[in-house]
Structure formats: structure tokens, C-alpha cells
């Protein structure tokens, strides 16, 4: 069975909408599914014009997790470490970045250069919610379901499930969803910080796209290099991460001179406003 993904970029090709298209199956991922969701966000990460993407699944369902039928076949797309790339180190908008390796879900241990936000409908599951934790912010709707629903059939988390989960809610509140495999619903994902904004339903597209633009709208080189540091820097000793965070920041410093000189000269982004950014909307 081939690969079911689409792309669609908008609002001037700066935002990427990657959809997961295998509703009949809850977009459940196969091997050829998950490479290519891996390969549509290398492209993205390396387009000169794109700034985020908006990754999501069709017909109302994020995502349940890996196809259980290859696993079940032992699909050997989905089990062993797929290369992509040469093994040589990588940099991409002058940041360094890893796309030598996919995990069985696709694009699990690729590091971008650019964020990604997940547009959660219906449920984030298994396989499914470590796709969801690898993004950098999720955008709920109301009857969203997140849930480690693999502990019922004994398959593993192998998409980072187990430190990206514990890194965004902290040990005691992932060990009660990786032991238990409870759902939750999206109020709670929000109150635990697994969800970042929550909408109503049918709204979480529109929102997280909503969201992306106000992203895009910023100076990109420092709110990268900022969003790098921070993602690579968690659990390093603070002087060690102050020294990346320091040699990030100075490579990037051009853009803080544009941005001091348009606060300074032009009054822009005064008392703590957005609007020259994006806008009355709201992040």
C-alpha cells in the first residue's frame, strides 16, 4: 500500500499544511506513509520561502498511531532506523539540523530548522501522540483525545514518546499515561501542558494556520535560532546552555538591529503591542 500524505502551502508558500490522508484507517501510519511525511518535512525545512508548517490528519482524525496491520506483517519500513541522508553533518538556515535518520512513525528523529505545529482532531494516539509531542506547539479541539493506547497491545513507544511526553508534562504526569494508557480529553491535555490552545471543534486547522502566520510574521533567523537552543539545550547543565544559547544569538544579532532600529525610529511594537506584526489577532 503506497504512501497517503498531501501538501498544501498557503498565505504565500510561507506555511506548509502536511495532512496525513488515510482516514479510513484514522491515518494510522505505514512505512510508506511515515517516509514520506519525513521527506515532505525535510523539503520544508530546506524551502527558502517556507517559515512553518501545520501538520494534521484528514476527515476528522489526527492521527491513531502506527498501522498495526504492518506491524503485525512486520513491515521492515516501520521497525529498523531508516537512513535518508549521508551521515555527514547538516546545517539548514545556518542552524544544525538532522535529517540522516527516521524512526517507524516516519519523522520522529528528524531536528528542523523551522517550527511545526500540530492540528489535533479527533484522537492523538499512540504513535499518534508521539507525532503530536514531536511538534513544537499543539492546537487542540475541544474533543480532542490524547492517549498512550498502545500499552493495550504490548507494542512500545519508539518515536519518542517516552522523553518528549515527559519533557512537555513532566515524569509523574506522563508515567500516569504511559502506565495506564488512559485518554484524555483536551481540557485536560491543556491543563497539563500537553495542548497549548485548544478550539472548538472543526476549528483546529484554521486556528493552528492562524497561529503559524502570526509565527512567520516575526524575524525568522532569531526566533530559530531561539527555538533550536531551547529544544537542544533541555536537561544540559545551565553553563553549557548558556554558551549555545550565547553563540546562537550572536550569529543571528542582524536581525536585532533591524528590530531595535523599527522600535527606536519608526515606533513599531510599542507599551508591548503585536498589532504591527499581526495585526488585533491574538497568539
Not at 520561502?49 to 491513531?64: D, I, M
Not at 485548544?198 to 503559524?212: N, W
Request: glycine share 10%; charged share 25%; with cysteine.
Amino acid at each position: 500500500e503506497g504512501s497517503s500524505i498531501q501538501i498544501d502551502k498557503v498565505h504565500n508558500k510561507k506555511i506548509w499544511v502536511i495532512s496525513i490522508t488515510r482516514p479510513e484507517v484514522r491515518n494510522c501510519v505505514n512505512g510508506p506513509t511515515g517516509s514520506a511525511l519525513a521527506q515532505a518535512l525535510i523539503e520544508f525545512d530546506k524551502d527558502a520561502e517556507s517559515c512553518v508548517a501545520v501538520l494534521q490528519g484528514k476527515g476528522g482524525f489526527f492521527c491513531a498511531g502506527a498501522d498495526l496491520k504492518a506491524v503485525s506483517g512486520l513491515d521492515p519500513a516501520m521497525l529498523p532506523l531508516q537512513p535518508v541522508g549521508d551521515g555527514k553533518p547538516q546545517v539548514t538556515n545556518n542552524l544544525p539540523v538532522n535529517y540522516d535518520m527516521t524512526g517507524p512513525m516516519g519523522f520522529s528523529r528528524l531536528t528542523l530548522s523551522k517550527p511545526v505545529i500540530a492540528a489535533v482532531a479527533g484522537p492523538a494516539v499512540a504513535g499518534g501522540l508521539e507525532l503530536a509531542c514531536w511538534c513544537d506547539l499543539r492546537v487542540a479541539e475541544e474533543d480532542a483525545m490524547f492517549g498512550v493506547f498502545c500499552r493495550r497491545w504490548g507494542v512500545p513507544l519508539m518515536d519518542g514518546g517516552t522523553l518528549r511526553l515527559t519533557r512537555l508534562i513532566g515524569l509523574s504526569r506522563a508515567l500516569d499515561l504511559i502506565l495506564t494508557g488512559r485518554p484524555i480529553k483536551a481540557d485536560e491535555a491543556y491543563s497539563i501542558g500537553l495542548a497549548n490552545r485548544v478550539v472548538p471543534k472543526g476549528k483546529a486547522l484554521e486556528a493552528a494556520i492562524e497561529l503559524a502566520t502570526q509565527i512567520a510574521a516575526f524575524p525568522q533567523a532569531t526566533l530559530r535560532a531561539d527555538r533550536l537552543t531551547a529544544i537542544n539545550s533541555f536537561g544540559d547543565p545551565i553553563r553549557e546552555g548558556l554558551a549555545i544559547e550565547y553563540t546562537r544569538g550572536i550569529a543571528v544579532l542582524r536581525d536585532a538591529e533591524k528590530g531595535a532600529f523599527e522600535f527606536s525610529a519608526n515606533k513599531k511594537g510599542r507599551h508591548g503591542s503585536f498589532d504591527d506584526f499581526h495585526g488585533k489577532s491574538k497568539l
